[in-house]
């Protein structure tokens, strides 16, 4: 897919992505517009710079994709402790304009559950203090990672 932007719409919100390909493929990772894909990635994308989704032929993918923008960013530096110093802040303050990040841990998975059920309980918005709060364990979660 090729992603499209309207110039002439602001272009405020970054995203954080967890994948996770559930039929590995021959090649345990390959190479798109020099980025590496594997069964399990991490990636960030500032603001209007993610251009192309790949989605292979009988692949099975979890895809957990959250937007916010900067401001949100910002907010949450001041009042989540584990923002400051993190690797999402010095990326944010860098010039670079995607992170990507390969991540074998398991661990991860629990996130794919836990969303869903979320989404689908949430039907009268009864779980959005529990999904905002299994949003900031994802940040957590992801900042821990990149740690390493």
Known sequence: MKNIYDSSLPMNYNFINLHYN???FKSKSMLINGMVLSDRTWS???AGNATDDYHFKDAHENNITI?????WLVKHQNSKGYFKNSNIIRFFESTNTYLSMRDKDLSNDMFYQAFLDLSIQNANNSKNNEIKELVFDFFKHFIDKSKI
Do not use: C, M, R
């Open 67 to 71: 937007y916010f923008t900067n401001e």
């Open 44 to 46: 960030v994308f500032k």
């Open 22 to 24: 559930n039929k590995t």
